[in-house]
């Protein structure tokens, strides 16, 4: 299994940016996606993830209404459009594949993309 995410970057404060995860060797449209971010001396979270056929999606207050998930199954990829961004948004951003909805826990995880918000 394979999730290799990019679009990472610097961007100034109230920026956009969008990353991308492309998936192998799993079946993608089966799989519930999320993606999780790491701080420098915090835990990962999950900033959002969207269901298997895409009919639903969650994001934490912390993020909502400034970062979007979708997804492609025909591609095999999952998106992470971010807007508005803070200084506090500065981490390394994983795509994963949940396990299960909701307990956000993760079956396979991407290597990480560094997102950096200059203020």
């Known amino acids: 299994v394979q999730l ?9 404060a109230g920026g956009s940016l969008r990353l991308s995860c492309a998936a192998s060797g799993l079946p993608f449209s089966t799989y519930h996606m999320g993606w999780f971010r790491q701080a420098p001396g915090k835990d990962r979270e999950c900033v959002a993830a969207i269901h298997w056929d895409g009919s639903s999606t969650y994001c934490p207050d912390s993020v909502k209404g400034r ?8 591609k095999n990829m999952v998106y992470l459009q971010m807007n508005s961004l803070k200084f506090e948004d500065t981490a390394v951003y994983y795509c994963a594949a949940l396990r299960t909805w909701g307990a956000w826990t993760v079956n396979y995880w991407g290597k ?8």
């Open 67 to 74: 970062f979007t998930i979708s997804r492609d199954n025909a």
């Open 4 to 12: 290799q995410a990019s679009g990472g970057g610097l961007v100034q």
């Open 112 to 119: 990480g993309t560094l997102v950096t918000v200059s203020t």
